[in-house]
C-alpha cells in the first residue's frame, strides 16, 4: 500500500475533520475523502464515522490508526537515516516530548545542560499532553517524554519504563493587579465566586476535585485552546486559573501567582521506550532528576 492515504488517516484522526486534514496537508477536502474511501475498499470495512461536526474513526479505524502510526514512523526515521547518511550526519537526533509547563522552562533548561555536558548534539521538543506524548513513544515518535499523572492518569504499559521525578503542587495564577496579589495562601472557598479559565481536562478534573472537597464549586466559564491562550486570559483580567507549580519560573510579566491552602498536586514522570533507548537518555533524565533536586529517578514498575 502507498503510505499518503495512510497519512492523510492518521491527520484525520488527529485532527477530527476532514477539511482540517486538508488544511494541514495541502490538499482539496474531497482528494482527502478520496484517500479514505479507497483505503475503505482496500481494507473492507468503514474507517470514519461521518458525524454532524467532523469525523472519528470507528471501531476498525482506530485499530488501523494505531498501526498506521507505527508503520509511519519507522518510515520517517528510515527516510531520515538515509539522508543522515548521504549528509554524513550519523549521530541520531534525540527526541524529547513534554507536558507545556514542562516545555516552557525545566525541560530546556535539562537540554541545555545535557548539552554543556556532552557537547553538540541534534535534538528537538515537542510539547503535548500526557496521553499523546505517551502513545508517540509507544510508537518510537519520541525518545524521552516528561509527563503527569494529572487526570485521566498514566496508563500501566510494559512497553515503557516509567520514572518519578517530582510531585508538582498546582497553584492560582491571577493578573498582577487581582486584589489576592500578595496575600499568601489561599483557600479555594474565597475564589469560588471567580471566573475560572482551562485549557485541558486534567486541570480542570483538579480543580474541580480540589473545590468539591472543600464544599464550593469552580466556576470554570471560559476555555482556552492552550496554555499560552490561558495564560494571556489571566493577564487580561478575564479570569484566574489553576496552573502548575513548575510554570511559575517561566510566567509572563504580567501574571503573578498565589499558593493555595492544602493544593492538588500531580506527579511528573519520565517514560522512555524499554527497546533502542538514544544514548543521550540516560545523562539526560540524570540532568532532569538534578532538576527536580532528587536524585537518579528510580524506576516504577508498571
Known sequence: MELTPWRTFVTVCRLGSLSAAAAELGYTQSAVSRQIAGLERQLGVPLVQRLVRGVRPTPAGEVFRHHALVALNE????VRAVRDVRDGALSRPLTVGATPSLAAGIVPAAIRRLLETTGPLRWSLLPGLSPELHDRVIVGDLDVAVVTDAPPGLPND????RRFLAMDEMVVALPVAHPRTGRGPVRIQALADQTWVEDNDGSA???RQHAARAGVTARIDLTAADL??????VATGHAIALIPGVLKCALRTDVTTVPLVDPPSRGIYTITPRRDPHPSTAPLLDQLATAFGSDRPARVQP
Open 75 to 78: 518510515a520517517d526515521r528510515a
Open 158 to 161: 510494559l512497553r515503557v519504563e
Open 205 to 207: 478534573a483538579l480543580l
Open 228 to 233: 499560552p491562550g490561558k495564560m494571556a486570559l
